[in-house]
Nanobody, 117 residues
């Protein structure tokens, strides 16, 4: 079991920045791959970025060059630095943690990010 607590969402103007944090507790092996997903109203949940314990990262094309994911393994925490935010980035952002890519993993409760144009 892994418990995930997100923070850092809020309202920001287009072009602004936000930094999300996700603190994990529980089963360390299940924190192997940690990432951020987002879901806008009427849309499916989509991957934003993930990072492995070893530091390998993957980003959605829509956020490359604007968002940076990082992690502190000592604190079981991941971060998402979001710059040059756009209105289309508005969504609920969810933290996810899993052992393998093939697993659904565990989800946080989500944090709302709203970008006003």
């Amino acid at each position: 079991q892994v418990q995930l607590v997100e923070s850092g969402g809020g309202l920001v103007q287009a072009g602004g920045s936000l930094r999300l944090s996700c603190v994990a507790s529980g089963s360390i092996p299940s924190m192997n791959i940690m990432g951020w997903y987002r879901q806008a109203p009427r849309d499916q949940r989509e991957l934003v970025a993930y990072i492995t314990r070893a530091g390998t990262t993957k980003y959605a094309d829509s956020v490359k060059g604007r968002f940076i994911i990082s992690r502190d393994n000592n604190k079981n925490t991941i971060y998402l630095q979001m710059d040059s935010l756009r209105s289309e980035d508005t969504a609920v952002y969810y933290c996810n943690s899993r052992l393998r890519q093939s697993e659904t993993g565990y989800w946080g409760q989500g944090t709302q990010v709203t970008v006003s144009s």
